[in-house]
């Protein structure tokens, strides 16, 4: 028979399996000899029997009942002097607001009378007892609440809680109890005993509340936990001027400098502190409302930190005079201040720093990455959008990708509005400060390719009208004309009009080698240079650019791990790939290929000698043909309606031919390679030729959307008789983003000298959504039902789409032990996903150069792990 | 070390991996006691050593040499007595024409004079040489046949072999002589010793040769096999009129009949029968020509196949009166008489009833089934297509879905012709005898739907130009207007003009209850009752109206495995759904919702009529919705053209919001059923409702599309609760058909009463490809260059969907115990599809009715194998 209730001198802060957060810590400081008032924890294991079958362990706790009764000299409901207790919900894992607490347990009609004449004041006893009913019926009866709340405004009439007198509140009583009655059919139990038991059923059952399933389910806490429950013996912070109730931090939770940070409200409770029905005061200020309690608190709060090696967030409260804690935890703090709270307390020598890399995080550091707006800036809201790359841009709105280019090349700040953004697009995003949509959501083209590029982007601000030919957009009769200043605010999904002013990011100037020497910059550097020490992954970026490549290197990345050649086929080039598809003869189709050669040479040739011998990963083309071609249904209604020329007509005809019900599972990637015959011929010689220039190029050739290792031999075959002719080693590996490829990973691995795991696509094929498609259509019907609690193309779904890359991992290295391991999906960049390849031993990650240093930090966390 | 090389006396017939299949044949008639000639076979495990690092076992053969020659009591290239031997390739698995054949080794300059002497006669001793030269020359050396071929050509100049001279293939010998001379730069060989060892190296290379390379690829041999090598003592048919050889079989392979069936061929050699040089006579006549081998062949034949207990093929040669057995193996037959020789064995005490199941395939059941055109119709070729789904078809030609159904309903019979077909041609496609179409390959919709029916089909008839407007199509100057009769070949992809005379499958009738009482219906009875009687594997169907359930009843489906429901959203309904999509408030679709509910309640009553009692699995609505509206396209052009209706333009809005990229990854399946409030709710309560109305129905509600177990479990909660409402039991379980579900098979277990794995979404989103996109595309390459040997939607793919299907299985099982486990894709009715489904543990297999009986077969087969 397991032990099923601990006394808070039996726990510690490492039992929060059993007892949960708030018992462990209520028992850990129980034990540090710290004022915490008596109490004991039914553990999570007690609710695991309750939920199989109704159980509930009443004699231990009646056990640990007599124990604290005896250590507070009162008993449960006396009516001469009773003890009261609180029952509070106490989980593993803190979920805020959705489980259950009942305070002042043991009052009813007789020992409120008894607490009237022990407090000496019959007006909080009467609100004690009316408190409790009110809770209790809410809380373990289940009474619509409203019901009280409308008796109590009935009573008040225009009148405040502290007008209410004790007559009043004995009256409230009364119809508390008859609203019990006339909902409930029975009565208000008066049994103290009784009372108890049914509040800690009702904690028990809250764990099964619809609201807490959802948040479960979408935070992936598992349903069987069960939560633990804390009865504890009540004290009071509102019998007084010499009692009251507080909140403090052992530093300061924005900056971490040591200091005295918290607020104390006399005369009150924590519920009240939370209400807002007075001010709360400093809580320096109580170093002369109550000296004594003053320094106590302050010894104690050293001595916490001290133990926790952490700032802390504690609650107490004040009971004439006599401090008691209720709770403390390890304190919530903003991205700033946990980077230089865990350098101070490596200075103090409180931790070494290993422990300050595991305390900071990579989503931290990413939002010190973003520039924002001052914070008392004043102008207005325009209108919203969804915040879906963060930062602050300022600048000229442009409609077009082109006119963004040019404006930006006279050196100009632009902002491109476009109703959604396309890949021909990218041009202009690369120019402009921002880019501003009234259409598509967080993973749409703008809010993706915006987050790669760490780009600021307000996407899906739907209650704007963009008119790109007239060069303008309105909101309702507002209309911005090109060359209009606007200001867009990608945390918050503000749009503003007008030059809202700028605070860019010191640690992105940090990481672009200009160090500002600000107390920030120097604890992010500390951190960042341990973590590097410590990770075992390395960190490429993903870059199709010179420019890129080079922010890459400065940022840290030590490779490309994908450059996407395709990207090469955009813009002026277009016409080049439209002469390649409507070739109609070998040696059309050569002459294209011919003229594409040399410019992919010098594509290459500029990205090997940015990287400067470091490896770089070369992708052959990847999308379907059509999508370098017109819209069909544009182009459709063009030559239907007779606006189309000579060439349309014909490019029509290529587009029908090449259209696909589905291009994301049609002809792309190897299979384009398999079929035009030439193409990836052309790439690799190109790559061939570039490296062959270059001194110590390390070009690795990677083939896309591979199925089975048939489709790799094939290629592979050709790849090497081209290097060989020209002379240049190359590493020849596949991207392994198809589920089958994951599946026989073995058989691939035969002819692959590296995989790269392209997530997003493995992602796709493995849920079987297009992110293109779905997003909009049902994500957030899916994120509202708990179906998932983080997209999966944010975060690396690890029961379906990492268990394909384990398998692919172990069955890979097996059949190649040498086999090279890398990432090169969206996810490299995202904390979680990072720990993940950490975990399942890939060599590397591969990430937008933006995420370098995010990634970097978080190979090191995941190292220290 | 390995014993390497085989006496013949040392081997037998279960030795094919080492000594491949004609190795182990020989030795197992050496040790019948039958006329062998001697010989050795050098192992498969030798040809993988020689092609690890070019070892030969020079030893090992020499000795098997030397014990050859004592038995000959000849030696190998003797100037005076020569042994002759020839050297063949023999792997484990058939190879055909893959490999390589060198006949005569022995011979030179010298022995060739002491074969003259032996032979006593001149002609046919040079003759031999040459043959030497010219197949070694060609296979060994690696020189142009051609060369050869032009050379004897020159010599004939015009006459036939049999008037050239023994002077004349003298002078052939020097002349090929001086062609390997010209062509290699040395000499032929002359040392019989490094004849043989070159040719036996040569047949070890073979077995690396790109066309067997290419065999093995598509066939899925594994690689390192190796062929085994047959060398042995030649024999000669060709030394006058009392030698000669032959092929038979041991009963009629046609009818499987007992009998004399084979030809005969005086003077001759093998290959003269190959090359037809003069016509063979009967067996039957060696009876008169030979009496004596003619009688010890008849027993020789008796003897072989009471001991391989089936019919077998054999060749041999009698040299000078003396027989000699070259090879044997079991015989190929056709398919009748494969079911006929079956069941004869039994009856001949032979075999039992589990081998006569084992000796029978459910394709050639498939291929019984099918009507066919009379053997000797004489009409001509219009055009052919592919031969898409088998049988013979005649009828008026029609081009339209509507037109079909009103002529068949007419009692005519008639052959859908479309450019390709969509799912609203399903109305015209049950109607029709038979489906014509221009455009689509085998995997086209009209291909797949007809095999799924059973019906014949021809499609990608590319020089068919159809003008559906117009009623006609045309090949070249021929105008086939409507109601033209027309007969299609689905066997062999024919299209003729007027009607061919048609032959009805005599199994088909047997199975719709009218057995004909011939020999072949007699064995297929025998066979499908032991095969009922073994099988492990429930047989449902895939039906979705009352007939289909019905014949899938006739043909022995124990239940219903998939329903699709949206079918019956299609014809006249169609504008329900446009109602429902058009529908701009909850009232107003709910509306739609409530016209729908009363006809697919009709819809399931039908069902669950048809199938008295036994289960109905009923798939709730799976497709996107827009594929119930008009396509994007032709409504955007006729809506720019302003020939748009004002409902044409609602519907176009209603398109253009639910456009998607990549519908198969889009808004379908539990995806909708989330999304849409009430679509699921209205199809339950319907499934429901008609459940309580018949009696003993048994429902079972699959949900499509799932990936996740929050999915699943959200709309089974409501699912269960209408069923409560109406008081109605059924099965709520889940389609397998997203790689993710079969990945958290253990998860979405505890929320699925069943798996049903749908394999074609499944083999879609496994291998990353979309079947309406691909097959086109890039099918016809993937299959030459070899990377499937046959379609993954054919025939499950095991390594990358059929793995996944094992840990679904494995861990759904695991999870629920009582888990049921069906396959309600394509492959349900795929006989390799049924034996793996077999292997890994499904309760059951769902297909077309028309495959019920071939997969009631192969599950017999499965449990015997």
Redesign the interface.
């Known amino acids: 028979m397991p032990k099923l209730v601990y006394d808070f001198t039996e726990g510690n802060k490492d039992l929060k399996d059993l007892l949960g957060g708030k018992g462990a810590n209520l028992a850990e400081m129980t034990n540090l000899g710290l004022p915490v008032p008596p109490g004991f924890t039914i553990t999570s294991e007690a609710c695991r029997a309750y939920m199989d079958d109704g159980s509930v362990p009443a004699e231990e706790i009646g056990t640990h009942l007599e124990k604290l009764e005896a250590a507070m000299g009162k008993k449960l409901g006396d009516p001469d002097d009773p003890l009261l207790v609180s029952v509070r919900s106490g989980a593993k894992f803190s979920m805020p607001g959705m489980m259950e607490t009942v305070l002042n347990i043991g009052l009813n009609d007789r020992s409120v009378q008894g607490l009237v004449r022990q407090a000496g004041d019959e007006r909080f006893a009467w609100d004690s007892y009316r408190r409790l009913i009110q809770m209790f019926g809410k809380t373990v009866m289940d009474i619509d609440g409203d019901l009280f709340e409308q008796a109590i405004d009935e009573l008040k009439d225009g009148r405040t809680d502290l007008d209410l007198t004790a007559a009043d509140f004995r009256s409230l009583v009364g119809t508390y109890k008859e609203i019990v009655r006339r909902e409930k059919g029975r009565d208000f139990p008066e049994d103290p005993k009784e009372q108890m038991e049914l509040a800690i059923k009702a904690v028990f059952d809250s764990w099964n509340a619809p609201r807490a399933i959802l948040y479960r389910?979408q935070e992936r806490i598992p349903s069987d936990l069960g939560t633990a429950v804390n009865v504890v013996a009540m004290v009071f912070g509102n019998l007084g001027m010499d009692s009251g109730t507080g909140v403090a931090f052992t530093r300061d939770p924005a900056t971490g400098h040591q200091g005295v940070y918290g607020d104390y409200l006399q005369n009150a409770q924590g519920e009240d502190v939370v209400a807002g029905i007075r001010n709360t005061v400093p809580l320096q200020d109580l170093q002369e409302i109550d000296p004594h309690s003053y320094a106590e608190l302050m010894e104690i709060m050293a001595k916490l930190e001290g133990h926790y090696r952490d700032l802390c967030d504690i609650e107490f409260t004040i009971e004439r005079g006599k401090l008691w804690m209720l709770q403390t935890r390890v304190g919530k703090r903003t991205a700033g201040a946990a980077f230089c709270i865990a350098t101070q307390l490596v200075e103090e020598g409180l931790i070494d720093l290993d422990e300050a890399v595991r305390r900071v995080t990579g989503d931290q550091l990413a939002q010190l990455m973003f520039p924002r707006f001052a914070d008392d800036h004043g102008n207005t809201v325009l209108t919203r959008g969804m915040n879906a790359s963060p930062g602050a841009a300022v600048g000229r709105a442009v409609f077009s990708s082109a006119r963004a280019a040019e404006l930006a090349a006279q050196g100009q700040d632009v902002i491109l509005v476009r109703r959604e953004t396309t890949p021909d697009d990218l041009a202009g995003m690369i120019a402009a400060r921002g880019v501003l949509t009234s259409r598509g959501g967080k993973t749409s083209h703008a809010a993706v390719v915006a987050r790669g590029m760490g780009k600021t982007c307000v996407c899906g601000a739907e209650e704007i009208e963009v008119d790109a030919k007239a060069g303008r957009f309105t909101v309702g009769d507002v209309v911005v004309e090109e060359g209009d200043v606007i200001s867009i605010d990608g945390g918050t999904g503000c749009v503003y009009l007008g030059e809202v002013p700028v605070v860019a990011s010191p640690v992105v100037e940090y990481f672009e080698g200009n160090p500002s020497g600000d107390e920030l910059v120097r604890a992010v550097d500390t951190i960042m240079r341990h973590a590097d020490g410590r990770r075992r992954l390395d960190v490429r970026a993903n870059a199709d650019t010179p420019d890129d490549a080079a922010r890459a290197r400065r940022f840290g990345a030590s490779g490309i791990g994908l450059c996407r050649t395709e990207h090469m086929f955009l813009g002026d080039r277009r016409v080049l790939i439209e002469d390649l598809i409507l070739a109609e003869t070998a040696e059309e189709r050569q002459a294209a290929l011919d003229a594409l050669e040399p410019l992919q040479k010098a594509d290459f040739a500029g990205l090997f000698a940015a990287m400067n011998g470091l490896p770089v990963t070369i992708r052959l083309i990847d999308p379907p043909l059509h999508e370098f071609l017109p819209d069909?249904?544009d182009l459709?209604?063009k030559v239907?309606?007779g606006k189309g020329t000579k060439k349309d007509r014909r490019l029509l005809e290529a587009v029908q031919r090449l259209h696909?019900?589905?291009?994301?599972?049609?002809?792309r990637g190897v299979?384009l390679g398999?079929?035009v015959p030439g193409l990836f011929a052309m790439q690799v010689r190109a790559i061939a030729e570039a490296a062959k220039a270059a001194e110590g190029a390390r070009p690795e050739i990677m083939i896309p959307?591979v199925?089975?290792v048939?489709?790799l031999e094939?290629v592979r075959e050709e790849a090497r008789q081209i290097l060989a002719e020209v002379g240049v080693e190359a590493l020849i590996g596949t991207m392994i983003?198809?589920?089958?490829a994951a599946?026989?990973a073995g058989?691939i691995a035969e002819a692959a000298e590296f995989f790269s795991f392209g997530t997003n696509?493995l992602t796709?094929?493995?849920?079987?959504?297009?992110r293109?498609?779905?997003e909009s259509?049902?994500f957030g019907?899916?994120l509202d039902?708990?179906?998932?609690g983080v997209s999966p193309f944010e975060s690396l779904?690890r029961?379906?789409?990492g268990?394909?890359m384990k398998v692919a991992v172990v069955e890979g290295r097996k059949a190649r032990p040498g086999l090279k391991l890398g990432i090169c999906g969206e996810h490299g960049g995202d904390p979680a996903s990072v720990r993940f390849c950490h975990e399942i031993g890939l060599d590397y990650v591969s990430c937008s150069p933006f995420r370098v240093p995010v990634a970097r930090l978080e190979a090191g966390r995941a190292a220290l792990l």
């Open positions: 389910r069909i249904i459709s209604v239907a309606t696909e019900q589905n291009p994301m599972l049609g002809l299979r398999l079929v959307l199925g089975a048939q489709e094939s983003e198809v589920p089958r599946l026989t058989q696509d796709q094929m493995t849920w079987g959504f297009s293109d498609d779905v259509a049902f019907t899916y039902k708990g179906i998932f779904d029961d379906g789409v268990r394909l």
